[in-house]
């Protein structure tokens, strides 16, 4: 079976689901990739890896102009038949984005296989007609919580058949407790943070349990991407002497920071409900290095991890489970267990899901 991958991306080194994808092509190296994105990305550099085939679709017609049928039309009539002609070398098309709906019309007898991994709708009522298409094409939907497979797809779509679940991973390639085991921690008890801030970030929450936990240090990494009355508020939290933000760092850099930490937290929102569909990746890279975490509980994703991850449904219990972890700081075996269940939660596993999928098609 051949499978083309289609990656909404220019950068592919620093792509979200690259673990998972480069995983499957270690052990099936029949997959090629397609970047899907806009005409404006046509002359810039792709960043890729060693290896696999990388293709790109620089789609014509800008997002928001994709409505106008005439332009679409005009788009799919110059380009359909050498686009066709491409998609026919492969046996599976893989989607991980809504907006690549656009290329569904050049799938002609392919299996189509759709990972669902936010609650799109969530995001934007426009991503509805969008994903509607995809799943209504695709001959298996992947789900990364249990929550979109048994709610989401059934409440706004009706969907209960054809769903398998494929949850988040760790890149053991990346994450390798044994590379980074020797970095000293910090001198300071230091809690850390490890994910871009948005609208689901809890500020709030990072202001208490800064605040009430004045003798640890609080770090956070990743991109700011808050609107600005949110980032008004965390400027004002950032004149803590125990809060600190590093700012983005590349992927290959992020496993020596959080190695430096001594629990790793997540701060998201629990009050919204995108929350409930969330099964964070960022839990399976703190165990991978060994980190106690502390996190909200938005749903059952976790229920097999509640001896090594810690989670709470109110800030005070956040500050409680906060302590503990810190207590697990110094035990090698309690160590050892997080590092054994992120082994048994790495992307090669999943790789081994994937492709036992793709056979039964």
Known sequence: MKILAICSTIDFKNFVRRATLEAIWRTHS?????????????????????????????????????NNRSLTRLEYLIRGNRWRAFFDNYDVIFMIDPNQYYLLEFVQNQKVMYLLRDPNILLGKHNYDKEKKVLESSDLILTISNELKNYYLKKYYQIDSKVKYWPNCVDLQLWDFETVKHIPKYGDLTVGVSGNLTFKTDLKLLDKI????????????????????????????????????????????????VAKWH???????????????????????????????????YNDELRNFSDLVKEVETQEDYINAIT??????????????????????????????????????
């Open 30 to 66: 029949d997959i090629d990739f397609l970047f899907f994105t806009g005409l404006k990305n046509s002359l810039k550099g792709k960043e890729t890896i060693e290896g696999p085939n990388f293709y790109s679709y620089h789609f014509w017609v800008p997002e928001r102009l994709k």
């Open 210 to 257: 800064s605040t009430e936990l004045n003798d640890v240090q609080f770090v956070l990494i990743g991109k700011n991407k808050m609107s600005k009355e949110k980032n008004d508020f965390f400027q004002k939290i950032l004149n803590k002497d125990n809060v600190t933000y590093k700012g983005y760092l590349p992927q290959e850099r992020v496993p020596g920071e």
């Open 263 to 297: 629990v790793g937290i997540m701060i998201e929102r629990n009050d919204i409900e995108f929350s409930r569909y969330f099964n964070a990746n960022k839990i399976y890279q703190y165990l991978a290095m060994g980190l106690p975490s502390v996190k909200y509980r």
């Open 324 to 361: 503990w972890a810190l207590n697990k700081r110094d035990d090698q075996r309690f160590q050892k267990e997080c590092v054994i269940l992120a082994n048994e939660n790495s992307a090669d596993k999943r790789a081994e899901m994937f492709l036992k999928w793709v056979k039964s098609l």
